[in-house]
C-alpha cells in the first residue's frame, strides 16, 4: 500500500509545483497593464502622508506651518514735496515751495535665514529719492516690534533683504520650494501681515506663467516686470513681500501686486521662488542699493495732450505726447527738449499717449539712441536722445515718467 502511494504524492506535488510555475508565467504576461516596470507586480501604496486628510485640513496646516515666520514690516519715511497748482503750472514758474511730510508705509515679508534675514519687496522698504526712512520696524506673529535695517534692494528684481539683529525668539526660516515644478490649478496660498489687517489669508490656484505686467509702484510710476506668477489668491493691501505657499506649506513666491481691477478681476502676481532664491544669493553677495535696472530712461515727464494743455502752449497740430516736465543733466535736457514740446514721433512711430512713448523708451537698451519728432514753441525739429539707464531710485511723480 505504502509503496502505491508515495509515487502518487510525488506526482501530485510535482503538478502543483508545474501549475503555480504556469499561473505566474500567465500573470506576468497577461496582466502587464496592472505590472510595475519589468513586468514584476505593482507595488502596495503606501498611506497618504497625511493620512488621507481633506485638501482644507492640508491648506489649514500648510498656514500653521508657515505663518509664524510671517512679519509685518512698518517704515515712516520723511521729505520734501512740491506741490503745484496745477499739473502744467510749472511751464510758468508756478510752483509751491518745497513742504516736510512725513508717511507711514506697511508691507509684508518672511523670515529668510536663521541670522535674522527677512525678505520683502524693495517697493515695501525703498522710499522715494525726496525723501528718507526714519524708522523701520518688524512686527512678529507674536507681537513683538523688533527694529530693522535694510541690507539690499534690487528695484527691478522687486526684492529686498532687511535684517533684524540679536531677537533671540526669530521664528524658523521658511522653505523655498521649485517653482518651475508648479503646474496650473496647484492650490496657492497667499499670506499677510498687513498692519490694518494682520493674520491675512486667502487662497486661490496658480493660474498662469511667464507673466509680464506693468505694474504701478508705490511712488505713482509704473514698472515692467517679466517672467511672474500669476495666482487667483487675492493679494490684500499690504500683502506685498508676504509668500505665496503651496499645499504642502513651500513659499513658491513673493507677493507682489493684483492686476488693475479694470482690466481684471481676481488676479494676482507674485514674484517665482526660483527668481527669489537667485536674486536672494545675489544680494547677499551685494549690499546696498542697486541703482541699475536695466529699463530705457530719459528723465521727462510725460502727460496727455488735451484741450487744456493745448490751449496753455497753444497748439493746434496732430495728436502727439506733452512734455511737462525735465529733470536737469538727463539725457532728454542734453537733447534740448523742455516742457510745453510735443512728442510726434519716436523711432519713426507716432506716438498718441504717454504709455506708447513711455513703453519705446524703456524697451530701448541704454545707450541706444532714440530719434524724436518735436513740436517746440511753432517749430518741428528732430531730436536725437541718448537712452540711459533708469535709477533704481527714482521717484516718479503722479504724471508718468520714463
Do not use: C
Not at 485638501?55 to 505663518?67: F, H, L
Not at 535696472?293 to 502727460?303: C, D, K, M
Amino acid at each position: 500500500m505504502k509503496s502505491r502511494l508515495l509515487p502518487t504524492l510525488i506526482v501530485a506535488l510535482s503538478g502543483a509545483v508545474i501549475g503555480s510555475f504556469a499561473m505566474m508565467l500567465y500573470a506576468s504576461t497577461h496582466f502587464a497593464n496592472v505590472a510595475g516596470p519589468n513586468n514584476t507586480p505593482p507595488a502596495i501604496s503606501a498611506a497618504p502622508v497625511y493620512g488621507g486628510a481633506s485638501d482644507q485640513d492640508r491648506i489649514v496646516s500648510a498656514v500653521k506651518r508657515v505663518e509664524p515666520s510671517v512679519v509685518a514690516i512698518d517704515l515712516v519715511v520723511n521729505g520734501q514735496q512740491v506741490f503745484p497748482n496745477d499739473p502744467f503750472s510749472q511751464f510758468f514758474g508756478g510752483n509751491a515751495p518745497p513742504q516736510r511730510y512725513q508717511a507711514r508705509a506697511s508691507g509684508s515679508g518672511f523670515v529668510y535665514k536663521s541670522n535674522g534675514e527677512i525678505v520683502t519687496n524693495a517697493h515695501v522698504v525703498t522710499p522715494p529719492s525726496n525723501g528718507t526712512i526714519s524708522r523701520l520696524e518688524v512686527l512678529f506673529h507674536n507681537g513683538d516690534h523688533v527694529p530693522a535695517h535694510v541690507i539690499s534692494t534690487n528695484i527691478n528684481a522687486d526684492l529686498a533683504i532687511i535684517k533684524v539683529d540679536g531677537y533671540s525668539k526669530l521664528p524658523p526660516p521658511v522653505e523655498l520650494g521649485n517653482s518651475d515644478r508648479l503646474e496650473a490649478g496647484q492650490w496657492a496660498i497667499a499670506i499677510g501681515e498687513p498692519l490694518q489687517l494682520q493674520h491675512s489669508v486667502t487662497v486661490g490656484v496658480v493660474s498662469g506663467f511667464n507673466r509680464e505686467e506693468p505694474i504701478r509702484d508705490e511712488n505713482g510710476g509704473y514698472i515692467d516686470f517679466k517672467g511672474l506668477l500669476q495666482t487667483s489668491a487675492p493679494i490684500n493691501p499690504g500683502n506685498s513681500g508676504g509668500p505665496l505657499v503651496d499645499i504642502d506649506g513651500r513659499v513658491i513666491g513673493v507677493n507682489q501686486s493684483t492686476a488693475s481691477p479694470t482690466t481684471a478681476q481676481g488676479i494676482g502676481f507674485a514674484i517665482p521662488s526660483n527668481i527669489v532664491r537667485s536674486q536672494m544669493a545675489s544680494l547677499e553677495q551685494n549690499p546696498g542699493v542697486h541703482q541699475g535696472t536695466n529699463v530705457g530712461f530719459i528723465g521727462a515727464q510725460l502727460g496727455s495732450l488735451n484741450n487744456s494743455v493745448r490751449q496753455q502752449i497753444n497748439y493746434n497740430g496732430p495728436v502727439g505726447v506733452v512734455v511737462a516736465q525735465v529733470l536737469s543733466g538727463t539725457p532728454a535736457d542734453q537733447a534740448g527738449l523742455q516742457p510745453g514740446d510735443i512728442i510726434l514721433r519716436a523711432n519713426g512711430q507716432g506716438v498718441t499717449d504717454p504709455q506708447r512713448l513711455i513703453a519705446i523708451i524703456r524697451a530701448a537698451k541704454p545707450g541706444q539712441q532714440l530719434s524724436l519728432e518735436v513740436w517746440s514753441r511753432g517749430i518741428k525739429r528732430l531730436a536725437t536722445v541718448s537712452v540711459s539707464e533708469r535709477p533704481a531710485d527714482y521717484y516718479q511723480p503722479t504724471q508718468q515718467q520714463p
